[in-house]
């Protein structure tokens, strides 16, 4: 059960040169995403300073530099 997470992330996976599949146990339009409200995010919802605290600096800053990266791609 995929949804619009797994249909983006097939996508960008594909973009990057890779054969991708992408199943799905439900029909399309049958789980979350029929109610989704549209709302973009570009990080979770805990702030960079407890991503640091919880898996350290580097990887912190990493992980919302890429979510930054990805809402700019958009």
């Given at each position: 059960?995929?949804?619009?997470?797994?249909?983006?992330?097939?996508?960008?996976?594909?973009?990057?040169?890779?054969?991708?599949?992408?199943?799905?146990?439900?029909?399309?339009?049958?789980?979350?995403?029929?109610?989704?409200?549209?709302?973009?995010?570009?990080?979770?919802?805990?702030?960079?300073?407890?991503?640091?605290?919880?898996?350290?600096?580097?990887?912190?800053?990493r992980?919302?530099?890429?979510?930054?990266?990805?809402?700019?791609?958009?």
């Amino acid at each position: 059960m995929f949804g619009s997470s797994g249909a983006h992330c097939a996508y960008f996976l594909a973009e990057t040169g890779l054969n991708v599949v992408l199943i799905d146990k439900q029909d399309i339009s049958e789980g979350s995403t029929v109610a989704y409200t549209g709302l973009l995010q570009y990080s979770n919802d805990k702030t960079l300073t407890s991503l640091i605290h919880s898996i350290g600096e580097e990887a912190g800053t990493r992980h919302v530099q890429l979510c930054l990266d990805a809402i700019r791609h958009f």
